[in-house]
């Protein structure tokens, strides 16, 4: 007798999920909706002049004391097209890698490194770094951005590149170092520590490349540095490169960690985050909260590190001659004043106790250390 094949067992009602919107197309409903909110708060906020805080009114024009890179003057919309082009092509890539790997640790660590540029402001003021005002950026007076000494630049929506990179070629290199070493080598043994030092070794050096490079163009330049460890030391180019290039790697390195992938397959986030019990049923989720965490805890500890710089009044060299005429002197401390550079000055927002002068900017001479930032007499 011929075996009957068996008949299919009939389909339970409750076997399917309730038809409506599924996860992934909320997600692609969130996704658009930032989308949209960004672009139109950009393009309602964008400024590119100083206001009155900022700017110097006394200055008509934007004419620069110092010759940019190659000595092309139109540096400044070229580094914002090429923004604007990066930020697109990153926010493309990311939606078309949710939709085919789901909510991967490096989309996930790039929405993260794109968030903390809330932060910017504060480590704008920190390290004295101060922007090309001719740049687009966001309303002066809004209280978080005014913290920067200048202007607060949409260039900054790229900084995921920068922030998350090093991780690509660092990942690589100890790949092959790993290929070269027995298995109970360092590098095996311990993957996270060496995975960190590599990260840190490209970050130093991409950091270096990137900012002298940006600096020599003009976007923006330290107005005061420590003098040891920095190089082009009292022009517009200097550049703290010892104390910037180390420390901006406090957040490279955990972005890279945070995404390593063990024997597993599992992300050293989410396992933080299941160790935790932080959203245990939604490992995507608690993963994403360990890294949003971690991340902005280090990026804190970095402007804390160039905050105490300012506490300290190490920071004694200023950048001569002050490179952005079309706004006011980024003078907290009077050390522009004392160099012989004529005013009007800003000391910006945080100027009293947060830089440890409880009276505000202290009252100093003109030119009574040297006259090497005064105006060129022609």
Request: charged share 15%; with cysteine.
């Amino acid at each position: 007798m011929t075996a009957q094949p068996s008949a299919k067992p009939a389909k339970s009602p409750h076997s399917e999920p309730p038809r409506g919107p599924t996860g992934s197309s909320i997600w692609k409903w969130v996704w658009t909706a930032l989308g949209v909110f960004e672009v139109a708060a950009v393009g309602w906020n964008v400024r590119n002049f100083p206001d009155a805080r900022v700017g110097n009114p006394a200055v008509t024009g934007t004419p620069r004391p110092f010759r940019p890179l190659f000595g092309y003057q139109h540096w400044i919309p070229v580094l914002q097209i090429f923004t604007l082009i990066a930020v697109i092509g990153l926010i493309v890539a990311a939606v078309w890698g949710w939709r085919r790997f789901g909510p991967h640790p490096y989309i996930l660590m790039g929405i993260v490194t794109t968030i903390i540029i809330w932060q910017d402001p504060i480590m704008n003021w920190a390290p004295y770094a101060v922007y090309d005002p001719r740049l687009w950026h966001w309303p002066e007076s809004w209280p978080l951005v005014s913290l920067a000494p200048t202007v607060e630049p949409f260039v900054v929506l790229g900084y995921v590149m920068f922030q998350f990179g090093p991780y690509f070629p660092a990942a690589w290199a100890l790949r092959k170092i790993q290929a070269r070493q027995p298995h109970d080598s360092f590098v095996w043994r311990h993957p996270l520590i060496s995975l960190g030092v590599v990260i840190f070794l490209f970050g130093f050096v991409i950091d270096m490349i990137l900012e002298v490079t940006m600096i020599h163009t003009g976007l923006y330049m330290y107005s005061q540095v420590i003098p040891f460890g920095s190089i082009f030391v009292g022009t517009p180019h200097q550049f703290p490169l010892l104390w910037e290039s180390s420390l901006v790697t406090l957040v490279m390195i955990p972005a890279g960690v945070l995404v390593y992938r063990d024997d597993t397959g599992r992300a050293v986030s989410e396992k933080l985050a299941q160790r935790a019990r932080i959203f245990a049923g939604r490992p995507a989720l608690g993963s994403f909260i360990v890294m949003l965490i971690i991340v902005n805890v280090f990026y804190l500890i970095y402007g804390l590190a160039f905050a105490s710089f300012k506490w300290t009044r190490i920071s004694t060299s200023v950048a001569c001659p002050w490179p952005y005429p079309e706004a006011k002197v980024y003078d907290p401390q009077g050390y522009y004043e004392q160099n012989g550079a004529k005013g009007p000055y800003s000391v910006g927002i945080w100027s009293n106790w947060e830089m440890a002068q409880p009276h505000g900017r202290p009252t100093v001479t003109l030119g009574s250390v040297s006259d090497r930032c005064a105006p060129t007499k022609r």
